[in-house]
């Protein structure tokens, strides 16, 4: 299976409701990113947590990070319809350079 | 003011026919890729230059070449093409890896082909 995989592979909720989607990887690595795809669109970056940090936020994104486990989760809250989207996790286990790992995503539908 | 922009969106050529991709990006990054997006929507990388040198060459068939101009210019050319190249290829850059190994990836819109 593949390096960053991510569950669910669908998520369909209400407008207001909180989106929770999780990532899971293999091998150490550097960092993780999450990446955020709209239709016909390229990859757009959210956010990324170093191998070193537990949590980070950004506006209404929350990412935690368990090495441990080696598993993120990337939460929306709040959620509304422009949030629809295919939700992407990547990992880097490079100390130098970058050579992003991808998830298979997830698809996020918001129904308004 | 697009980031990155890459030409043309869509392509549409039958098989054994040459065709090109073009990228370029004005966020004055060092480094620039292709990826690729198949129909499931998994991305892999597929090159990266750095400075006009190239650092990640993945198993990619030698149908595929990429030339850099210029640190901000990455095209892609594909001969011989293949119903299996059918996919959207994505150009993206990040800043000088060697120095921010953290750096995100800014994408382009993709470039989506089709091969008949």
């Known amino acids: 299976s593949q390096q960053g995989e991510e569950d669910p592979q669908a998520l369909s909720i209400q407008e207001g409701e909180n989106a929770t989607m999780n990532c899971s990887y293999k091998?150490?690595?550097?960092?993780l990113q999450w990446y955020r795809q709209n239709s016909g669109r390229g990859l757009v970056h959210l956010i990324l947590i170093r191998s070193n940090e537990r949590e980070k936020h950004s506006g209404r994104l929350r990412v935690t990070l368990d090495t441990s486990k080696k598993s993120s989760s990337l939460l929306i809250t709040a959620s509304r319809a422009a949030d629809t989207a295919s939700y992407f996790c990547a990992t880097d286990k490079e100390t130098s350079g970058s050579r992003l790992t991808f998830g298979e995503g997830t698809q996020l539908t918001v129904n308004p | 003011d697009t980031a990155v922009s890459q030409t043309p969106k869509y392509l549409v050529t039958q098989m054994g026919n040459d065709k090109s991709i073009k990228c370029e990006q004005n966020?004055?990054?060092?480094?620039m890729y292709w990826y690729k997006q198949d129909s499931k929507k998994f991305l892999k990388i597929m090159f990266s230059y750095n400075n006009k040198e190239l650092i990640i060459n993945e198993t990619v068939p030698n149908r595929f070449s990429p030339k850099s101009p210029d640190k901000a210019h990455l095209n892609l050319h594909i001969n011989s093409l293949e119903l299996g190249d059918s996919a959207v290829y994505f150009c993206?850059?990040?800043?000088?890896?060697?120095?921010?190994?953290?750096?995100?990836?800014?994408f382009g819109n993709g470039t989506r082909l089709t091969v008949t």
């Open positions: 993206a850059s990040s800043q000088d890896p060697r120095g921010s190994y953290n750096s995100p990836l800014h």
């Open positions: 966020l004055g990054h060092d480094t």
């Open positions: 091998t150490s690595i550097n960092n």
